[in-house]
């Protein structure tokens, strides 16, 4: 029978030919589905096949007065696609995939280093199967056939294809990535993030490695990865100038910062004004606001996963950077070549030495008996990472950092009377930061299966601390002191145990656990007050506690046709707080995903997440003096449940259109009473809270150029963001802090040639609300000293929280970058840029000045950052 079906297909076939007449075909290096219109062309006859199912490869074929069969043999080889007859058609289909035979796997890393290459798509063009490689560089791609033509991008890379025959059922791969360093190589690598866009059911995902961050506008030449994402729409940066970040009408706390899968709580200098994350020691950041992978779990807006460099496995390499306010130095290479490696980037500011000389002029002008000033800030970061490769299927890597700021202000007096001398001095020092230490080692047990178990102890520490001193000879010698100190400390001790298992070219999975201890001890006070050789000491402990926190989780990827995916996973969360009570939340997570053509696809997703500590803010800026608390008492873990559904299209490769809508309801949301202040200062902190609900509506637009020497993205967010709590505002709804209801970002990058390269970043945005009174009252005669004002103040009369939106806020950055090569392979690179470039002062708040007779109270609006220029220069080696 089968023999019949044969020869009927090749007389029908050769019928056809015979009415088609010959075909000639020269072609060098086109696709498929070229060739296969320039034979449709030639003969005349239909070709029927689904464009996704004809291979996106190249081909050199010639052929002279070839029969159609002849034709369709030569061009369809090793694709798996075969062909019939129907009705005087020609039908292509791909043979269907009942279950894979073959896997290929094995590491991806950069050439000059040997570092990870984290979120290389690595496909396989006959069969149309696709990975990436995750956080390690590690890759698994089962596919169906003897033989594959593998396709690896990632951006910033060359792209790289690799023939493969004779495939045997476990097959290594590894892959090494050569660095673009021209500017046509960077026209053709494109971007990463648009391809995961059309390939993965994930909603809302970013990744960016240090090459994006750099090409991002800086204040202070210091390139900074929140400001980067300060860009994004449905970010908003929060006050003007800082290193907030305001997700999806989310609070700062609600983002989760991690550090090689260590949780940072502080992860700003200067107040807030730079990150703590020194760019030269960073690998890739993967930044999820819409959808999460289960298992990220802890926070209910974002998660920002911070991977670090591992170092380079055979030389050595590093840089230094000296800028206006700060230098950095970060070196790296082999300790034993192609087996262990060491990486060590230091950052610090230099504010203090620069403000040396203007305090000594400043005292050194006033009189001596008046009080001198005392001021200086300084902060540093410390990396540290050593790698060792045991083989090539396990590996250790062992991590350190600090990072710490030191603010010191106050004054001194000296007072001389004859022979007597008087001293007195009032000096503040805040002192906070970040010390992590960890160990991760990572192995892969099977082609398929990849896992990895990381130890960590972190410690977040913040101490405000002051000191009044006074001294005087003539009263005997006298010597007395008062010192006061308040500590805000988080101790972790951490393990997580993650597995990636490629089960089959459509499913992905992958599971673990984490477990935390935590410590906390949010407010430690301590006195101690010395008179001569008397001293007298009190501490106080408020809130500390010791719960436990575990996190169970799976998710599976399936991609189940070349149409539809899904990821859908489950989180177990617990938190077992020692006399409180115990929660166990049941998490769940699904995102799907339909491509009806290439360039089209829809996506909807949901997710429920859980928050089990949280930061207590008095005022807009997330400060170190800020405590973080547990939940305890009656207080429950904040929830949310988030729905999102987006739309994604390519134009030619070159342009990606983007419109993404989202739903949040969040609950158990925690904030400081309105009448917070009026309870005794020995009041438990649980009962100056009050809980509440929030409801979060938007929609975030984009439209992004990844191909070229110019490329970029416009986008437009808009937001709706309320809040309502039982005891605050009268049990009323009212926006929030951040309610910015538009919000619109251009952001361009020209790669002019080798040696420059311009970036600029423009931001417009709805003002932030603030609470401003509507009336404002004299009082009567005599009540003043009753209600505690001055004489001159009026009382206020306020009718709801956040009434008032502040002035618009736009702002342009513009940036250049200078690569100038040497020799010996050193290449100096200079940085200028403009923060603020046309001085927009725009308005950050509103304060009460004072009382003017006659018109009541006067408000003053408050501005803060002028244009900033700023040049550094970075020498590599």
Request: proline content about 4%.
């Amino acid at each position: 029978m089968r023999n019949r079906l044969a020869l009927l297909l090749i007389l029908t076939l050769a019928a056809v030919a015979s009415a088609a007449g010959r075909i000639t075909i020269n072609v060098n290096s086109q696709p498929i589905k070229e060739v296969l219109k320039e034979v449709k062309a030639q003969s005349g006859i239909n070709l029927i096949y689904i464009t996704s199912d004809i291979p996106d490869r190249k081909i050199t074929l010639h052929l002279e007065d070839a029969t159609l069969k002849e034709c369709l043999d030569a061009i369809l080889k090793d694709t798996r696609v075969t062909y019939s007859v129907k009705d005087n058609n020609i039908i292509l289909r791909r043979e269907a995939v009942l279950s894979p035979k073959r896997v290929i796997s094995g590491f991806v890393r950069e050439e000059e280093s040997g570092e990870a290459a984290i979120g290389a798509i690595v496909r396989d063009a006959n069969s149309g199967a696709f990975t990436t490689s995750n956080s390690n560089g590690f890759y698994s791609l089962p596919v169906t056939s003897s033989e594959a033509d593998i396709n690896v991008t990632l951006t910033g890379y060359t792209p790289m294809s690799i023939r493969l025959d004779s495939l045997k059922l476990d097959n290594r791969l590894d892959i090494t990535l050569t660095p673009s360093g021209k500017l046509d190589e960077v026209i053709i690598v494109g971007d990463k993030n648009s391809e995961l866009t059309f390939e993965s059911p994930v909603i809302g995902n970013l990744s960016m490695n240090r090459y994006s961050i750099t090409s991002t506008p800086t204040l202070f030449g210091e390139s900074d990865i929140i400001k980067s994402l300060q860009f994004q729409p449905g970010v908003i940066p929060g006050v003007e100038g800082f290193s907030g970040l305001q997700v999806h009408g989310g609070s700062d706390d609600q983002n989760m910062y991690l550090l090689d899968n260590v949780p940072l709580y502080q992860v700003n200098h200067l107040a807030g004004m730079l990150s703590s994350f020194n760019t030269d020691a960073i690998n890739n950041v993967d930044f999820y606001k819409s959808s999460f992978p289960s298992r990220y779990d802890g926070r209910l807006s974002s998660i920002i996963d911070i991977r670090t460099r591992d170092g380079n496995l055979t030389r050595r390499q590093g840089s230094w950077k000296i800028g206006l306010t700060s230098g950095s130095f970060n070196i790296e290479g082999p300790i034993i070549k192609n087996r262990m490696t060491y990486t060590i980037s230091v950052r610090r500011s230099w504010f203090d030495l620069l403000s040396i000389p203007g305090i000594a002029i400043y005292n050194a002008a006033i009189n001596e008996n008046k009080s001198k000033i005392v001021s200086r800030y300084a902060f540093t970061d410390f990396n540290a990472k050593t790698t060792y490769h045991f083989n090539d299927r396990s590996r250790l890597h062992l991590m350190v950092y600090y990072g710490n700021d030191f603010f010191k202000g106050g004054t001194k007096r000296k007072h001389r009377h004859d022979k007597d001398l008087e001293e007195s001095s009032d000096i503040s020092t805040l002192d906070w930061g970040s010390f992590i230490v960890s160990a991760n080692w990572n192995h892969v047990y099977t082609p398929q299966l990849f896992g990895e178990i990381s130890m960590s102890f972190s410690r977040y520490n913040s101490m405000l601390k002051r000191k009044m001193k006074y001294k005087n000879t003539f009263l005997n010698d006298l010597i007395s002191s008062t010192t006061s100190k308040i500590h805000n400390r988080i101790d972790d001790y951490s393990l997580r145990v993650n597995y990636d298992w490629q089960l089959t070219h459509s499913h992905h999975l992958n599971f673990g656990v984490n477990y935390t201890y935590h410590v906390f001890t949010p407010y430690l006070t301590e006195f101690i007050r010395k008179v001569n050789h008397n001293t007298n000491t009190s501490t106080t402990l408020q809130y500390g506690s010791h719960p436990h926190e575990m996190n169970l989780y799976i998710d599976d990827e399936w991609y189940i046709n070349r149409h539809w995916a899904i990821l859908a996973g489950v989180s177990l969360s617990s938190w077992i707080n020692p006399g409180n009570k115990d929660y166990l939340k049941l998490n769940p997570r699904v995102s799907a995903m339909y491509r009806p053509i290439p360039s089209l696809c829809v996506k909807a997703s949901f997710t429920q997440l859980s928050q089990y500590n949280h930061q207590l803010r008095e005022t807009a800026l997330s400060l170190p003096t800020d405590m973080w608390i547990p939940i305890a008492g009656d207080f429950k873990p904040q929830k949310s449940r988030k729905a999102s559904i987006g739309a994604y299209y390519n134009i030619n490769n070159r342009y990606t259109l983007s419109m993404e809508a989202y739903y949040k309801r969040m609950y158990n949301l925690i904030d400081y009473r309105d009448d917070y202040y009026y309870y005794p200062s020995n009041t438990i902190i649980y009962e100056k809270l009050a809980v509440g609900d929030g409801k979060v509506r938007g929609i975030d637009m984009s439209v992004r150029k990844t191909f070229g020497n110019i490329t970029g993205h416009i986008s437009y967010s808009m937001l709706w963001n309320e809040r309502r709590f039982e005891n605050k505002n009268n049990g009323q709804k009212f926006p929030s802090a951040y309610d910015n209801r538009h919000k619109a970002n251009i952001v361009a990058n020209w790669r002019i040639n080798d040696r420059w390269e311009i970036n600029a970043g423009w931001t417009i945005m709805s003002g932030n609300r603030i609470t401003l009174p509507t009336k404002s009252y004299n009082p009567l005669p005599g009540t003043n000293e009753i209600i505690g004002s001055r004489k001159d103040e009026t009382i206020d009369y306020i009718t709801s929280i956040n009434n008032y939106r502040l002035p618009a806020y736009h702002r342009l950055d513009i940036g250049a970058n200078l690569h100038i090569k040497g020799a010996n392979g050193k290449e100096g690179v200079w940085n200028f840029s403009l923060y603020n470039a046309y001085c927009n002062m725009n308005v950050i708040a509103i304060r009460k000045q004072q009382y003017a007779p006659g018109k009541g109270a006067v408000y003053e609006k408050l501005r803060m950052i002028p244009l900033i220029p700023s040049v550094s220069y970075t020498l590599k080696f």
